[in-house]
């Protein structure tokens, strides 16, 4: 059962923020700290990327858990206690957009780098290392 009450909920949904979000920053500061220059939520790009390193074709998105469906993209719904069938559809359609956006930009020539918050708040090294797998 929910600890909050409609009205409360509702809100607490409603101020969830999709830019600028804390795992964002870190990963954004920490690449400027590392000298690499990009753009962030670049809306000439399908899904405006959260970082898009223009100079090299990287998009990069950073993907909440609750949000994209971490470890239930078979099944979306399963991750809530109400309301199942409306947050199955919503969350059911974000992994599906995510996969078409991934299509689009590889197929305008980018390489597209998804992260998970919660990897990035546990050990952004490991992503940036990642990132410069991909960087000359």
Request: hydrophobic share 35%.
């Given at each position: 059962?929910?600890?909050?009450?409609?009205?409360?909920?509702?809100?607490?949904?409603?101020s969830?923020?999709?830019k600028?979000?804390?795992?964002?920053?870190?990963?954004?500061?920490?690449?400027?700290?590392?000298?690499?220059?990009?753009?962030?939520?670049?809306?000439?790009?399908?899904?405006?990327?959260?970082?898009?390193?223009?100079?090299?074709?990287?998009?990069?998105?950073?993907?909440?858990?609750?949000?994209?469906?971490?470890?239930?993209?078979?099944?979306?719904?399963?991750?809530?206690?109400?309301?199942?069938?409306f947050?199955?559809?919503?969350?059911?359609?974000?992994?599906?957009?995510?996969?078409?956006?991934?299509?689009?930009?590889?197929?305008?020539?980018?390489?597209?780098?998804?992260?998970?918050?919660?990897?990035?708040?546990?050990?952004?090294?490991?992503?940036?290392?990642?990132?410069?797998?991909?960087?000359?």
């Amino acid at each position: 059962m929910d600890s909050l009450n409609k009205n409360q909920r509702s809100h607490n949904m409603a101020s969830i923020k999709s830019k600028n979000t804390k795992a964002e920053r870190v990963l954004r500061l920490a690449l400027w700290h590392r000298g690499i220059r990009y753009r962030k939520n670049w809306r000439k790009l399908p899904g405006s990327p959260d970082i898009a390193i223009t100079k090299y074709k990287i998009a990069i998105f950073v993907d909440g858990d609750f949000w994209h469906a971490r470890g239930h993209e078979q099944d979306p719904g399963e991750q809530v206690a109400t309301n199942k069938e409306f947050w199955k559809k919503k969350l059911a359609r974000n992994v599906e957009r995510d996969k078409e956006v991934n299509d689009q930009l590889t197929q305008a020539g980018w390489l597209v780098l998804r992260f998970w918050e919660s990897d990035i708040k546990k050990n952004i090294d490991a992503v940036l290392d990642e990132i410069n797998r991909y960087l000359p």
